[in-house]
C-alpha cells in the first residue's frame, strides 16, 4: 500500500520560508516522479512543482518559480519542496503527489498517489 506523508507546513509572515517534506513508502520511490500540488479554499487543486526520477528534471508554476526548490532523496525515499519570499497568495494545503511514470510532469492526472496535505498559511 502505497503512502505519502506531508510534513513541514504551518504559518509563517510574508516574505518567510519553509520547507515541506513528503515521506513514501510502498513501492520503489525511485523509479517514479513526484510533484507537489496546492489548493486554497474554493479553488481548484494547482500544479506547483514536479521532480523526475532521478531529479534531473524539474519544473515549476510561474506563480513560484525563481521562490521554491524541489528536490529528492531517493536513498530516503523524500522528496522536498522549499519555499522561499513567501507570499499571503502562497496559502494553500499543499499536497504530495506520486507520479504515474519516472518523467516528471505538470498534469495532474498523471499522478496516482496522493498524500493528506499539509497546510500553509502566509501571514501578510
Known amino acids: 500500500q502505497v503512502q505519502l506523508v506531508e510534513s513541514g507546513g504551518g504559518l509563517v509572515q510574508a516574505g518567510g520560508s519553509l520547507r515541506l517534506s513528503c515521506a513514501a513508502s510502498?513501492?520503489?520511490?525511485?523509479?517514479?516522479?513526484m510533484g507537489w500540488f496546492r489548493q486554497a479554499p474554493g479553488e481548484e487543486r494547482e500544479f506547483v512543482s514536479t521532480i523526475s526520477w532521478n531529479g534531473g528534471t524539474t519544473y515549476y508554476a510561474d506563480s513560484v518559480k525563481g521562490r521554491f526548490t524541489i528536490s529528492r532523496d531517493n536513498a530516503k525515499n523524500t522528496v522536498y519542496l522549499q519555499m522561499t519570499s513567501l507570499k499571503a497568495e502562497d496559502t494553500a494545503k499543499y499536497y504530495c503527489a506520486g507520479g504515474r511514470w519516472p518523467r516528471a510532469s505538470t498534469r495532474r492526472d498523471e499522478y496516482g498517489y496522493w498524500g493528506q496535505g499539509t497546510q500553509v498559511i502566509v501571514s501578510s
Open positions: 510502498g513501492r520503489t520511490f525511485s523509479n517514479w516522479a
